[in-house]
């Protein structure tokens, strides 16, 4: 995906749509479009599928050519992947996009796990702090 994030905004823009109106399109959120643009987030294999047939891309180009050279739809030399819309170039990528997202899937289970275990630690301190007031107000009265 060498080039998609660059690809992306250039098509958009082509078309004179603004990130909101691409989304809508798409049946994504602003964010998302956001986010493919800059990099921050890759897009799984079906919303892929998506922009390349909306924007009438290959994906392959769409992934791996720098599309701003309307002249040069050429892959470039240095990336391994050719040009080739055979079934074997396709399989190959398709089987890279799901290793991709099952990576990114992966990922996101990690992080909402991770954000369970926090919310569970600070449901235990909530739990802990009444306990730590009443003390605190008790020591208080004694003093007094």
Sequence with gaps: MTYFKKNLRLLRKRKGLKQDELANQLGLKRWNVTAYERG???????????????????????????????????????????????PHNLSSKYEELQLFELQQRQKFHEDVNRI?????????????FPGIIKSKQENKKASN
């Design 40 to 86: 921050v987030a890759k897009p799984p294999l079906n919303i892929l599928l998506k922009i390349a047939g909306f924007f009438e891309q290959d994906l392959t180009q769409l992934l791996n050519a720098d599309l701003s050279d309307e002249k040069s739809t050429e892959i470039p030399e240095n990336n391994t992947t050719k040009h080739q819309n055979t």
């Design 116 to 128: 369970g275990n926090s919310l569970e630690r600070i449901l235990d301190l909530l739990k802990v």
